[in-house]
């Protein structure tokens, strides 16, 4: 596991490698991969510092968790790096052609990781990739 299980600590990992980015300091992969994603979603700049690292994002408010949707991102990248599942490689050089932008193609894949992930917390089983890979393929 890349990420302990620990919120707080989650969180701030994203903050030490922004402020880091910010501060032209070098960074290590992992947080690259971080401010990367974050460069990517100014609309959570804002999220990332100070007290906002203690807030709650509630669905039933209509909020996006910020750390939640630049992880799923990450995660998206992870799987795409070791091709795993078996294919995942192909499906995202192909969306991203096709979309001429590799983070709308993310954005994509990871509409179908988080439906897959949630399917298999409501069955409390691991993740159907097959179902998931299927999933991708229909994008």
Known sequence: ??????????????????????????????????????????????????????????????????????????????????NRPAGIAAIHKSRAAKLGDVHAAEHEMIECLAETLWEAQGSNQPPDEVKYLERLRHL
């Open 1 to 82: 596991m890349i990420f302990g299980q620990d919120r707080n600590e989650l969180r701030q990992m994203y903050a030490d490698a922004w402020q880091k980015h910010c501060d032209k300091v070098p960074l290590s992969p992992l947080e690259a991969q971080i401010a990367d994603v974050i460069t990517m979603h100014p609309e959570y700049h804002g999220d990332i510092t100070g007290d906002n690292l203690n807030r709650d994002y509630t669905p039933d408010g209509g909020q996006t968790n910020p750390f939640l949707h630049m992880g799923l991102h990450l995660g998206i990248r992870e799987q795409v790096a070791t």
